[in-house]
Structures are given as C-alpha cells and as structure tokens.
C-alpha cells in the first residue's frame, strides 16, 4: 500500500474545496499558493489570502482555512484541548472566517461562527443538518 504523506493529503483537500466552493457559490476559488503562508512570508495584508483558498472578489473577505484528518470525534469538537479548538482560536483573529475539515472516508464539514458565511458560502444547503457546536460555533456536513 502506498503511503500519502499529510502534505499532499492536506494540499489535494484544499483543490477539492476550491473547486466544492467555486460550485456552490458561482464565483471562482483558488487554492492559496503556498498555503497561507504566502501572506505572511510576504507581508500581504488582503484577509483573503490569510487562509488556503481565496476568492477574486475583493467583497468577500471570507478567510477559508482547510484541514485533513483522519478522525474526529464529537469530544474532539467540544474539547478545549486539541487541534480543532487550536485551529478555530487562530482563526478568531479575523472578523469573518470559515475552517472546512475533510475526514478520511467520511465527509467533510465546515465550522464556523457567523450564518451568513455558510448561507453564502452553501447557499443550497440543507439546513436541517445543521449542528449548534456551542453557543458561537455552526457546524454542517458540506460532503
């Protein structure tokens, strides 16, 4: 069995989510070069590229951060510990943000704290499915 490094897992995931957003939304999304580093290895200010997918649209500031893993558990998303808690507190610094978690062999999810990010963002969606992880949190199965 051939081995994928997390690298390469991790960067096929943020190609598969710009795409996933270019669709839902109609407006193009590109994985960030580099991965988000770009912005802060040049100094770029533009919120948009502060993630791993951005958008032509200067509107939309929507920082777009993506994220492989090989489980998650519902502890794992309440938890106060772990990465998902460390990734979401690093995204708090910007006023609109949005985490996308893909999970090996089950789906992926989008977490975020603001509504009208995910009505733009998965304006299809049903909202039925939609999980109240906290009081600030919004968690939905996007795949």
Known sequence: MLM???????RRWEQEAA?????????QHF????????STSLDIKDQRFQGDIFVEDPEHQTV???KYVNKLSLNMLLSKKGNIHRWISKLEEYPDWILLIK??????YAITPYKET??????KHDWN???KLNLRHI???II
Request: glycine share 8%; charged share 25%.
């Open 19 to 27: 795409k996933l957003l270019t669709k839902t939304t109609g407006k």
């Open 4 to 10: 994928i490094n997390s690298y390469k897992k991790g």
């Open 64 to 66: 777009i951060e993506c």
């Open 31 to 38: 994985r960030v070069p580099n991965s988000g580093a770009m």
């Open 118 to 123: 995910m009505y733009r963002l998965f304006p």
């Open 129 to 131: 499915t939609e999980l």
């Open 103 to 108: 999970l090996r062999n089950a789906g992926a």
């Open 139 to 141: 968690l939905i199965k």
